[in-house]
């Protein structure tokens, strides 16, 4: 938590130079309200701290899913407990949904996660982090498609089965841009 409060704090007036323009020095030099930012942060990790982790057996195991939907679901309730969007890829990633699912469907069950998490240095021609766009778009749509809203939080921060909870999602059937 504290260094993700050292990291939300960040603005354009802070010394940034030794990220070397990166990605990651372009989204710490930024010019939101560092209040709500923090309120967005804190929000986010405390969903972590309410997150289980999926048994050893009973379902196909899709790490790289796991990972998206973990980060994407905290943004997701972070949102609701905040009001604000967290993470600066909503405006890319609505614009090209099709492409990142496309291209994300291909690779959800891989160990690695480095096309789509924690990415900031490596990624090129496109915002880092997508998976978090990707896993907010899943909560997202689990939680319109509930009746009851209430469960559908504790359905998102409580899951284990990411296979099951993308189908009862129908993220996957959603028309896309």
Not at 8 to 29: Q, R
Not at 37 to 57: L, N, S, Y
Request: charged share 30%; glycine share 8%.
């Amino acid at each position: 938590m504290l260094i993700g409060t050292e990291i939300t704090t960040s603005t354009i007036d802070v010394d940034l130079s030794e990220f070397d323009g990166n990605e990651f020095s372009k989204n710490l030099a930024g010019k939101d309200d560092i209040v709500q930012k923090i309120k967005g942060i804190i929000a986010h990790e405390c969903v972590h701290t309410q997150q289980k982790r999926p048994a050893d057996t009973g379902f196909i195991k899709c790490e790289l899913l796991y990972r998206v939907m973990r980060e994407g679901f905290c943004d997701f309730i972070g949102e609701l407990i905040t009001g604000n969007k967290s993470g600066g890829n909503h405006e890319y990633g609505d614009k090209n949904e099709k492409q990142i699912w496309t291209d994300l469907k291909n690779e959800l069950c891989n160990q690695n996660t480095g096309n789509w998490l924690y990415n900031y240095s490596t990624v090129k021609d496109k915002p880092a982090d997508l998976g978090y766009y990707v896993g907010y778009k899943i909560a997202q749509e689990y939680y319109k498609n509930s009746s009851d809203k209430k469960q559908a939080i504790v359905d998102i921060i409580e899951m284990t089965d990411p296979i099951k909870f993308l189908e009862l999602s129908r993220y996957d059937q959603k028309p896309k841009q």
